[in-house]
């Protein structure tokens, strides 16, 4: 259990370290973190509703502050190029999450063609019905994405790196409010990247 909760600890701060440097995109996380948790909430009520807000929200949200805010220049504070971090990123990095995206964003036009997924599920009638599949679809998307990945880890490194990068996904949008709630007050200041103060006394 120790061994599992450092290697949890050291993906919690590689994340966040080499990966949210920017306020924008720290508070796009805070956005997407608390819409997160709604869709927890939901997901035992209608969990095709939480896959709607937890894709439509908080999904496009996060990786749009990764996307179009992160700094992709040299890493001054780590000492690493964009490349670099890229290439030991342990979940997703900016290729693969277009992989993962584009996944989604094709969904709803598949849907359009073919209601019933080739017949996967019941075939729907008018609007509610659509987004009833699409959100199963997206939740099928983002369940599917989570253990591929983690199984991917469990060959590529090892069981508990896999394991422990679920568990850290899982619980990202907890962690995410702790670390990120002031994010927005910084942007209000004009402060558009952190310094990363806690990063260069560590």
């Known amino acids: 259990m120790n061994s599992f909760l ?40 209608d969990p095709a509703l939480a896959a709607l807000l937890a894709w439509g929200i908080s999904m496009t949200s996060r990786q749009a502050g990764h996307f179009f805010f992160e700094p992709r220049g040299y890493d001054h ?28 964003a094709l969904a709803p036009a598949v849907l359009l063609v073919d209601s019933s997924l080739l017949g996967l599920m019941a075939r729907s009638t008018g609007i509610d019905g659509y987004l009833h599949n699409l959100g199963w679809v997206w939740l099928w998307i983002g369940l599917g994405g989570l253990v591929f990945r983690t199984i991917h880890l469990f060959f590529l490194q090892n069981v508990q790196t896999g394991l422990t990068w679920m568990a850290k996904i899982i619980t990202d949008p907890f962690h995410d409010i702790l ?12 402060e558009m990247i952190d310094r990363m103060l806690d990063v260069k006394n560590h």
Not at 179 to 190: D, F, V
């Open 179 to 190: 670390l990120y709630w002031r994010s927005p007050l910084h942007l209000c200041r004009g």
């Open 77 to 104: 504070v780590n000492d690493a190029t964009h490349e670099h971090k890229e290439d030991i990123k342990v979940g997703y990095n900016l290729r693969r999450k277009v992989v993962l995206m584009s996944l989604w």
């Open 6 to 45: 450092e290697t949890l600890r050291i993906q919690r701060w590689d994340d966040h370290r080499y990966y949210h440097h920017s306020r924008i995109n720290q508070s796009l996380h805070l956005l997407s973190a608390a819409t997160f948790l709604v869709a927890y909430a939901l997901l035992w009520f």
